[in-house]
């Protein structure tokens, strides 16, 4: 799921290439035109800045031809530079844009010294990453010392760059140029993002495109890029990293020198900046767009000090309710201790929806917040969701966020940021420690990404990165996070390591984290009298009552359905027994069967009371649901999402240590047996480990310290 859809999506033909454009925003706002750069990929190279630089501008991209949605034409002449050029003007004039600010990567930064050199009167200003803008006389890159057209028995390295190579093994030409281009560790997802946008296009068009490099480079040489540099009028910035192996980065210095403009150099980095550093590019970008762009005037309050309020920013995971209950016990608990604080929520929905509905304050930015739980339903597939993958292909949503996150910050309002499982701050935070202006607390009820068996070798490899370089974050910037607080206690934490030859996952947390114990979010003890609770409820005294719930979130539709359906096989075994079924805030109860005996309901806010007081549940193998379970001392079934590492092998661990719960599959559980699991749990004498009830009062000393 993209964070930001495009308000306006068309097609223009210039010259019998059709050219496919997005815009995003509203047309009298002030225009940034993200250029294309070489078509070995296309638009969505720039997905980690347009959904930020349009919540200040309007953005428009647009493929570049020969690949995306745009045309494919045959011959290298289709693919100069003055063509992509001439495309950026059709679609400026198209979309009604006079004036603009461009950004141009690699290829597209010719584009751009093209654009400000001959068009000044629309180019407002000019950002230049990684730009091939050739200076040879300063450098000249490997990629292009070698000889294109000859033909070997085999190519390796850059000779892979290569008419001839491209058509043997295009894939292993675009594995390694953009291994070439992300030099940086831990680039995994850049690169498998970059080589699946070059299998979009084919070694045919990709050809064309190099022979139109070979064709147009060398006339620009001396004098007539002298001269394109002279005609520059407009300011410029260029960021280039000093690791680049694509185009030299005494090149930008070079170009900067000739423009007059600022030169960003990124030490240890690559070619593909905005994609690899783009919380770095966006804050670039938008700085440049203040600069050349005009602006309304801007009204600023400033309080002093001593005159300001303690005040924490709570980040709670949309993903689910699950985390909205404890974290709202715990923000009521540091209430207590510390009577002079305001607790402010950024959050998404369903999440603020509960906590405006109990008196809680919600940010009014969260409105800016791209929806991360969509993009989780999205992922899913009946029973099923590849968890790590789908947060792995979260990345712009979490830089959108990230980015409504710290321009909070930055306003230098909140002492104390709390993240339950904030990944984008937590990350990025890391990445950039400079932006860090609070004390900051993380919290998490798991740790580590662990791989899947139908991941196989890949995934295992990709998870132990991601763990490496979350490993390598805290250690070295111990300071980002002033307290971790893990949800649980020491057993709960899975026996496995955090891949090959990194440490045990329990061993290592409980070197970095404080344990606060499990947080329900409500006292079991107030729910311990089920006769008069299942009364209040209006529940029979005497009838079997199985309560069918599958969480805050739309992924679990697919279960509700079978429960259903196997209803009737389960009422001959279990007599008169009554469903209630619980669809949640995000699945339409009125899509699922009326049967009689079962009782379909949508959103139920004191779910606990209900799971409290049944005499059994059937439940997805989440661990907010299935620790209320146990807390309440009641039986249950739980069916794990194929392939959610989190359920399958965090949320399992801990209730197994807990002796609590059946775990089914859902593929393997058909009526009879899902009526003889049930039937038989209903029959179990239980033993579950008891739950502690402080753990929010815990979390809530460990944050008030920070205070």
Known sequence: MRARQPDFTGTLDRDGVEIAYEVFGAAHQNTILLLPTWSVVHSRHWKAQVPVLARHHRVVTFDGRGNGASGRPVGADAYLPEEFAADAIAVLDRTETARAMIAGVSFGGLVALLLAAQHPERIAGACFLGALVPFIEVGVPEMFVGDFDVERDTYDGWELYNRHAYQRDYRRFLEFFFERCFPEPHSTKQRDDAVGWGLETNPSTLTDTSDAHRMSIPPLLGKPIDDLCAAVRCPTLHIHGDQDEVTPHAWAVELAARLGGDLLTVEGGGHLLQAREPVLVNDALLRLADRVLPRAPRHVTWTRAL?????????????????????????????????????????????????????????????????????????????????????????????????????????????????????????????????????????????????????????????????????????????????????????????????????????????????????????????????????????????????????????????????????????????????????????????????????????????????????????????????????????????????????????????????????????????????????????????????????????????????
């Open 307 to 707: 005159n300001r309020p303690k005040k924490v920013l709570y980040l709670s995971s949309p993903i689910g309710l699950g985390h909205a209950r404890r974290d709202l016990a715990i923000a009521r608990e540091l209430r207590a201790q510390c009577d002079d604080v305001q607790v402010d929520w950024l959050t998404q929905h369903p999440v603020t929806a509960f906590l405006e509905g109990v008196g809680e304050s919600v940010h009014p930015a969260a409105r800016h917040l791209a929806n991360e739980s969509a993009h989780i339903e999205g992922e899913a597939h009946e029973h099923d969701l590849h968890a790590f993958q789908a947060i792995r292909r979260m990345d712009e949503i979490l830089v959108s966020n990230f980015s409504v996150l710290q321009e909070i910050v930055d306003g230098g309002e909140y002492d104390l940021v709390v993240g339950d499982e904030a990944w984008d701050v937590d990350y990025f935070w890391h990445e950039n420690p400079e932006l860090k202006r609070t004390a900051f607390v993380w919290m998490t009820d798991f740790v580590g990404w662990l791989p899947m068996p139908d991941g196989g070798a890949r995934e295992a490899e990709l998870t132990a990165d991601y763990n490496a370089e979350m490993l390598e974050h805290v250690e070295r910037f111990a300071r980002i996070r002033d307290r971790s607080i893990f949800v649980g206690a020491p057993e709960d934490i899975v026996p496995d390591s955090f891949g090959p030859g990194l440490p045990s996952v329990r061993d290592w947390t409980e070197r970095h984290f404080d344990f606060a114990g499990y947080i329900t979010g409500f006292d079991p003890a107030e729910l311990a009298d089920r006769a008069e609770l299942r009364e209040q409820l209006g529940y029979p005294r005497d009838t079997p009552v199985v309560v069918v719930t599958v969480g805050g979130s739309g992924v679990g539709e697919a279960l509700l359905r079978k429960l259903i359906d196997a209803y009737p096989i389960a009422r001959k075994k279990i007599d008169d027994l009554q469903l209630l079924v619980v669809a949640g805030p995000r699945i339409d109860s009125r899509s699922l069967p009326e049967v009689e005996g079962i009782d379909v309901r949508g959103y139920v806010p004191d779910l606990q009371r209900h799971l409290a007081a049944c005499d059994a549940a059937i439940v997805q193998g989440g661990l907010t649901t299935t620790m209320e379970l146990v807390a309440t001392g009641r039986p249950f079934l739980y069916f794990p999402l194929h392939n959610h590492f989190e359920q399958q092998r965090h949320v399992r661990h801990r209730l197994e240590r807990h002796r609590a719960g059946r775990c089914m599959t859902f593929a393997d559980s058909d009526p009879d047996t899902i009526a003889d699991a049930l039937a038989d749990e209903l029959a179990r004498d239980l033993n579950y480990l008891p739950v502690p009830t402080d753990g929010a009062s815990r979390a809530a000393t460990l944050i008030a310290e920070l205070l």
